[in-house]
């Protein structure tokens, strides 16, 4: 369907039956954005590259899905309730103030740094990150860290991990577990150390 058609169409939904587009089409073709854009109810999985930022504000209830999408940054204070797939994504740090109520999924990413205020509730999955060298200090996750085959070389004092970590294919696995838990005192690790 053509763009202006779909304009005609979302314009007279809104008039007549006092709806707003949705947020997927308001963002590709730069339609201002209301409170109420900014909050969005359910899931939110743009899979169409066209969108380059998300806008500040956003609060998604569910999942927000971006692996599909070329974005160049995410908003400061971005709040998920669900989970934050970020796959592939080319950006090389998260915002400030990001906050995830589930898991974190950052596999296969340019990541290079993670902010010392990330807060998420569940898993963080660092699969396959190349250039990502360290964790902040005192970082806690609340679920299982997964670091499988990225450039993790050494693990912060204070972290704090309720679930398993994974070290399969990185340079911790030089170390023992002893030696992992000793480093990361007064932190610790609830679950097992896989390798």
């Not at 909050?39 to 930022?53: E, H, M, Q, W």
């Not at 908003?75 to 998260?94: C, F």
């Not at 950052?106 to 807060?119: A, G, H």
Request: with cysteine; glycine share 10%; net charge negative.
């Amino acid at each position: 369907m053509e763009k202006e058609t779909l304009k005609k169409i979302f314009n007279f939904i809104q008039k007549n039956d006092n709806r707003n587009a949705p947020l997927l089409w308001k963002l590709e073709n730069d339609i201002p954005l209301t409170k109420e854009d900014l909050n969005v109810k359910g899931d939110f999985a743009p899979f169409f590259p066209r969108i380059n930022s998300l806008p500040k504000g956003l609060k998604v209830g569910g999942d927000l899905d971006l692996s599909q999408v070329e974005l160049t940054s995410l908003p400061e204070g971005l709040e998920v309730g669900g989970m934050l797939n970020l796959e592939g994504l080319q950006m090389t740090s998260l915002p400030k103030g990001m906050k995830v109520g589930g898991i974190l999924v950052l596999n296969f990413s340019e990541i290079t740094s993670l902010p010392n205020d990330l807060d998420v509730k569940g898993s963080i999955f660092l699969d396959h990150c190349h250039k990502l060298k360290s964790l902040p200090q005192g970082f806690e996750v609340r679920g299982n860290l997964t670091l499988y085959n990225s450039a993790i070389e050494s693990i912060p004092e204070g972290l704090e991990v309720d679930g398993t970590l994974n070290i399969r294919y990185t340079n911790l696995e030089k170390y023992t577990d002893d030696e992992l838990r000793e480093m990361i005192k007064p932190g610790v690790i609830e679950g097992e150390i896989l390798r």
